[in-house]
């Protein structure tokens, strides 16, 4: 199983954007939403201003790449 920590971006009451963060631990994840945070200035600025309502799942399944269709609709 894996971890998963969700940061949900709030703007006027609703939420915009989420961004999933994986890891085989709670620390691995929060390395990588890290990284996010020092390399993206949209999620850093949401998440400096508190509009960031993070969820943690300790006990998940990781999905797979593969079961996601990326064919374009015709």
């Known amino acids: 199983m894996s971890v998963c920590i969700t940061g949900h971006i709030v703007d006027n009451g609703e939420i915009k954007v989420s ?43 990781r999905p797979d790449p593969e079961d996601f269709d990326d064919d374009e609709d015709d």
């Open 19 to 61: 961004h999933q963060f994986w890891g085989e631990s709670e620390r691995e994840a929060e390395t990588y939403l890290a990284h996010h945070k020092e390399s993206c200035s949209y999620f850093r600025s949401n998440y400096d201003s508190g509009n960031i309502i993070e969820e943690v799942d300790d006990d998940c399944e």
